[in-house]
């Protein structure tokens, strides 16, 4: 909050030097973009990083001796005596801080100081004000937009505690780069495995076919592969079956492990279910804009691979019968 020197602030391309947006007052500028700003002085740059505080109450004199401990902190204090004069302030400038007494002297008149900071300049940190100790119990039943509760007597110490680490909190932090569901499969395909293989051990009728985790699960990086691809070929939601040889080599060689056709059906139910788990966990990175049809490629593409699963053993199932029955 306090004013530093940056005698060094200009930025030299060329030969030309070019100084930062000049302005007298930074506080008319967002919290985020105050490093950047200097006064008309290019002799002398001063960085100047002040909050202007929105400070709201009924009393003169505790509106006097509050100002004087904020402003010797640097900060600019713009006061208002009662829910008019304050409302018309917000309409009118930009804040970073409001520090609202609760009662105006009705209950009320804090409450809708607050709602309408709140509205209009949503990244405000919010400090209620009030005589009562028992009112941080009366706030925490009631939704009000709130940050800090502060009861009287209070010194700037606090008050300044309190308006650092509500900035830093409202600081936004960097965003993800946003990602495709098939690159999402792709990167957590080896935790979308392993999650399929604990579902399928927990299934007591396939868990009691005796494979080793690697013959189980050995054909499903071909399945992930072919429903990646297919995400990104072109997008028709209903195309005939493509033959896959991988899904043909898997429905034969479940034949042989022992498996039934309602066990391969489980297995894919399975997969579907974890494909649709590792989407969910990567929700805050997840490009949304095709996920809709993507669901609908997935879930296709996974029957379509079962489809040809199921038919190649009930083929190969068929043709050993006789062998069987002589």
Known sequence: MSLQEEPNSEIKEGTATHYPPVTTDASDLPYQLRDHVVPKNKAGLILMTRYRILLVDDDEEEICTTRKMLESKGCEVVPATNVVEALRQIAAHRFDVLITNLYLPNPGDGFAIVTAMGHFQPDVVTLVVSNYPDVNKAMAAIPLPADEVVVKPFDVEQLAAL???????????????????????????????????????????????????KERSEYLPEIIKSITARLRAARPLEVADRASHSAVAHGQLRYRQGYTAPLIVQESRLLQVSIFETIERNLDRLDFTSLLPDVMIIADEADSQLTQSIGSFLTMQRAMAPAYSA
């Open 163 to 213: 308006i650092d680490k509500g900035k830093r909190a409202s600081m936004p932090l960097p965003k993800k780069a946003k990602e495709d569901v098939a690159s999402i499969l792709e990167r957590d395909a080896e935790v979308l495995i392993q999650r399929w293989l604990s579902r399928v051990e927990q299934v007591r009728e396939l868990a009691s076919v005796p494979l080793q985790a």
